[in-house]
């Protein structure tokens, strides 16, 4: 217990020591997570529209002021051909266009069912689905509105239907606040994972590390004392995030931070495992930073932090379970946004119990103090 | 007389892949002996040291440091010996006296006694100016001066010590036998290698290493005269001619 | 010179091909990051599980659940049985809906009175909220229009959709440019930094800069490799994108590939500015990983649009190389654009990459002098 003591010791004076890698796990994470919160939105807003309008009636005039006056909308340009329409498309200057044929009113008036036409740049799917959704319920509305003008009565909108919404934990759907606690939990991980790896390797690069390997020092209390001041530099991460969360981005956490913290240990255990596991198979940091990295993309991507784990097929959802950042992100959004409590939170803790368990002793059984 | 063998090894054999690096050596150190271990460059020297250090696992052979098994009992082998490798090793990050006081610490010393330690390594090293000075800033003789001390921390039975004093001046490694000897002095056995052929006239026995084999060993009169050559250097020379 | 220089690059070569972890890794994230992207995740939802909390409990509110379950897209999991233990299905996650049927449903749907349903949703997820709620309130208001009897009327207005360049709504279309942006930054850009900040640590920069080769060829010597080897992955992401997910490449490959190029030598311009500034490989891994790979990856509108992003955001989101480089990409090989319609965003990379070499210049004359 003593020499785990000393290890850490050791760690924790080169760790502040180094006054560049020290600004840049503490101060640069946290401006890291402030900018990334504010981009990570898949909101669609400011749809941008290119109008054609060949028929210029009242009723087409109507329907673009609707269109103009909502606010997802910007109206892009005007056009007076398709053809000219879809070279602003082509410069990827506009999401849609609305073509309102020539003899739109007429038809209309007549019943002979017109035809508009809405084209969508659907190389951005969302944007293209969304943005077509949001013009044609407007066109929809415009719609009704006129049958009501010409045939009172006629529209189905008699009798309504109101369907009232309620959002719990988050009412105005700030996506800020679904996003701090995840991203934190990522740059937490992400941080701890390449930094341990590397620190290993980098006394394997440098030789101090056969001057350990000479003395009778445990290969637990080396690894154990490698982990500690890492887990140390994640918690006070995870701490000025959460404040950061709280004064920056306003976010109300609901649930025991003692509950969170307890969690957090237990991740970072084993998220530290793999790093020291890593280090384990790397002979120079240039390697280990690259496998590091590999588990991190592979990581990041499937933890349900940018697209929801339940829109994955069930193949890829069984991946999720050795990944300790989906579990982390799965309850850190459970315990900060819906006060989620113990046995919320019983699965991730026995996943993250069995990855801890494993990746540490991996790296313990696989550290060579012989060669 | 075995019990004084503290190094007796059997037929010692390192493979890299299909390269020989160690080739069937045997040989034996006595207690508080100083045994020189010679050799070009390559010869396979660091590659044997780390195999009774524990640092590398022999490809076969046996042997015995400080009466363990040097293929099972490792870690004890540890405790009895130190290790000042040929590239220097200590922390250039951490302060002279955070140096040792870490070592010391992982070597299991009380803190009395680290505090103790501390203080006669600064002493002895005339290191008490520069002790909160980081390792990295120091020249390169009193980096090789502290790791020896450091080394010798946890006042262990053997010491190996693989190249002390490369690229060092002459003066400083005169200053560096000097205190080999009395090392010596205090019953401790040294393992040292070197490819000065003047450091191995110091030596009370040598072994001269060519291409992973002991090609020669004895005091160093006694090669002179096998060989019948004026100095050490001279012994060398001859040997790798042949 | 140019054969001393052509043994520098077979140096660095051979230290790469050496390098079996390294060189694996490098392959595998793009070909794992492709496949991921095209096979395991989307934004798309399916299998939306809901509760249901039905006041109402008779014939025409399980004829609205039905109607639901019948589109395949969401599973009613359950039925809840009252207010209070609706907290404890959002709160182990279970429950991401809950749709609330009052008591008198059936007599609002008859009737024809004002029909009044409640929606609970996890908003902890916006996203996945938002979604939901739309699809759900949609498949409500056609149930209500089947009941109600209610046919297309007289006065329709048909709505005629196309979408444009992506047809079928393939999502590879969307991450194909993005992954290649990102591979060739990565291996480029970081591993520039890296070797020529582990060349400094262990010393042996000091060796070369004392050789007879011009520092600036050394540099250029270590990165040649690296410039090689990301060129090669992102012609490999294209080929998966070609014939494993349908993604075309219509506007040439001429302007594709010159292109890519001109943005490798942006990248390895960042690296090496990067690891002129760092003295350790611990230091170049976070200057890179931080400033460069993040905001590529988030910050140029490869996983979110820059669209969506606060004012300040967009703002940075310009000075993000990927951000030009990601739209060339979208224009050359999903709308067909030729060099006429990249032609602005080619020159502000072209600028960027200058301004890059520039300061990498000045840094390294300043640690030679």
């Not at chain 3, 399916?46 to 897209?73: F, Y």
Request: charged share 20%; hydrophobic share 45%; aromatic share 10%.
């Amino acid at each position: 217990m003593r020499t785990l003591s000393f290890i850490v010791q050791k760690e924790f004076i080169q760790i502040f020591r180094n006054k560049p890698i020290l600004f840049m796990m503490t101060v640069l994470p946290i401006i890291q997570l402030i900018v990334l919160a504010s981009a990570a939105s898949n909101e669609v807003k400011d749809v941008r529209v290119v109008i054609v309008d060949m028929d210029y009636s009242e009723s087409s005039r109507d329907l673009v002021s609707r269109i103009n006056y909502n606010d997802r909308f910007i109206i892009a340009a005007f056009s007076k051909s398709k053809a000219e329409a879809e070279g602003i498309m082509q410069r990827d200057e506009t999401d849609l266009i609305l073509e309102i044929p020539a003899d739109f009113e007429q038809k209309f008036i007549r019943k002979e069912r017109p035809e508009l036409q809405i084209l969508a740049n659907s190389i951005n799917g969302q944007q293209a689905t969304l943005g077509t959704g949001y013009l044609r319920s407007v066109i929809g509305m415009f719609n009704a509105d006129l049958t009501e003008a010409v045939m009172p009565g006629g529209s189905y909108r008699s009798g309504s239907t109101r369907i009232s919404v309620r959002n719990w934990y988050n009412p105005e759907l700030s996506y800020s606040d679904f996003m701090v606690p995840g991203i934190l939990a990522e740059l937490a991980a992400l941080l701890t994972i390449v930094l341990t790896a590397m620190n290993v390797v980098r006394e394997r690069e440098m030789g101090t590390i056969e001057q350990i390997n000479v003395t009778p020092i445990k290969k637990w209390e080396l690894i154990t004392g490698k982990l500690i001041p890492f887990l140390c530099v994640g918690l006070v991460l995870l701490s000025v995030g959460l404040l950061v969360g709280r004064l920056v981005f306003q976010i109300q956490y609901q649930g025991s931070l003692i509950l969170m913290f307890g969690y957090a240990i237990l991740n970072l255990v084993a998220v530290l495992g793999l790093g020291l596991l890593i280090s384990n198979f790397a002979d120079t940091q240039q390697q280990a930073i690259f496998v590091a990295f590999f588990f991190v993309l592979v990581f990041i991507l499937m933890c349900g932090l940018f697209t929801p784990i339940e829109s994955m097929p069930t193949w890829a959802q069984y991946f999720t379970i050795p990944n300790p950042l989906a579990h982390i992100i799965s309850v850190s959004r459970k315990i900060l946004l819906k006060g989620s409590g113990l046995s919320d939170i019983k699965m991730e803790i026995i996943y993250t119990f069995g990855l801890a368990v494993t990746f540490n002793s991996l790296a313990i059984y696989t550290y060579k103090k012989q060669t | 007389m075995l019990q004084n063998r503290v190094i007796n090894v059997q037929n010692l054999t390192k493979k890299f892949g299909v390269f020989t690096a160690v080739d069937s050596i045997s040989f034996h150190v006595e207690q508080g002996e100083i045994f020189g271990f010679l050799g070009a460059n390559g010869a396979g020297k660091t590659t044997a040291i780390k195999m009774l250090n524990g640092l590398s696992k022999p490809t076969s052979g046996s042997g015995t440091v400080a009466g363990f098994d040097i293929n099972t009992q490792s870690e004890q082998i540890k405790k009895r010996i130190g290790y000042m490798s040929q590239k220097f090793s200590l922390y250039g990050d951490l302060t002279v006296k955070e140096n040792i006081r870490f070592y010391a610490g992982i070597y299991g010393l009380s803190h009395r006694l680290i505090r103790q330690r501390t203080q006669s390594i600064l002493q002895e090293l005339h290191l008490q100016t520069v002790k909160n000075q980081l390792v990295d800033a120091l020249p390169l003789g009193w980096k090789q001066r502290l790791s020896f001390a450091i080394s010798m921390i946890h006042e262990p039975d053997i010491v190996f010590l693989d190249e002390p004093t490369g690229g060092v001046d002459p003066k400083v490694r005169r200053q560096f036998w000097e205190t080999i000897y009395e090392v010596s002095e205090q019953g401790r056995t040294i393992f040292v290698t070197t490819h000065y052929m003047d450091e191995a006239e110091y030596c009370d026995r040598v072994s001269i290493m060519v291409a992973g084999k002991i090609e020669a060993l004895n005091t160093p009169e006694a090669l002179k005269e096998e060989f019948s050559a004026i100095s050490m250097d001279d012994v060398f020379l001859k040997l790798a001619r042949e | 010179m140019i054969n001393v220089f052509k043994a520098f690059v077979r140096k660095e070569v051979y230290h790469i091909l050496r390098d079996r972890r390294t060189l694996f890794i490098l392959f595998g994230v793009p070909i794992a990051q492709v496949m991921i992207f095209g096979y395991a995740i989307t934004n798309e939802f399916r299998d939306a599980s809901i509760h249901v909390l039905d006041h109402a409990g008779d014939q025409a509110s399980m004829k609205l659940v039905q109607h639901l379950q019948s589109s395949g897209n969401i599973q009613v999991e359950g039925l809840i049985r009252s207010e209070s233990l609706i907290e404890d299905g959002f709160k182990s996650g279970i429950t991401k809906l809950v749709l609330v049927i009052p008591e008198d449903f059936s007599e609002q749907l008859y009737r024809g009175s004002d029909m009044n349903i409640q929606l609970l949703a996890d908003g902890s997820d916006p996203n996945n909220a938002s979604t939901l709620v739309q699809y759900i309130t949609a498949m409500i208001n056609d149930f209500r229009r089947e009941e109600a009897g209610f046919t297309a009327g007289a006065y329709q207005i048909g709505v005629e959709t196309r979408m444009l360049y992506n047809p079928q709504l393939i999502s590879a279309y969307n991450f194909i440019p993005g992954t290649i942006a990102f591979i060739l930054l990565m291996i480029s850009a970081m591993m520039t930094s890296l070797t020529i900040a582990r060349e400094k640590e262990l010393g042996t920069m000091e060796i070369l800069l004392v050789s007879p080769l011009n520092p600036f060829l050394i540099i250029l010597g270590k990165v040649t490799p690296y410039a090689l080897l990301s060129f090669i992955n992102a012609i490999l992401v294209v080929v998966i994108g070609y014939f494993v997910f349908d993604v075309p490449v219509l506007g040439g490959m001429t302007l594709l590939l010159s292109t890519c190029l001109l943005y490798v030598v942006t990248a390895l311009a960042l690296g090496t500015l990067i690891s002129t500034v760092s003295t350790t490989q611990q230091d170049a891994m976070m200057r890179s990983l931080m400033g460069l790979m993040m905001p590529s990856m988030l910050l140029s509108g490869f996983i979110f649009p820059i669209a969506s992003m606060p004012e300040v955001l967009q703002i940075i989101s310009r000075v993000v190389p990927a951000t030009y480089f990601i739209r060339i990409l979208k224009g050359v090989m999903l709308r067909g654009t030729g060099f006429g319609f990249v032609a602005f965003e080619i020159s502000i990379l072209a600028l960027m990459t200058a301004l890059f070499l520039f300061g990498s210049y000045r840094n390294f004359k300043i640690r030679l002098e």
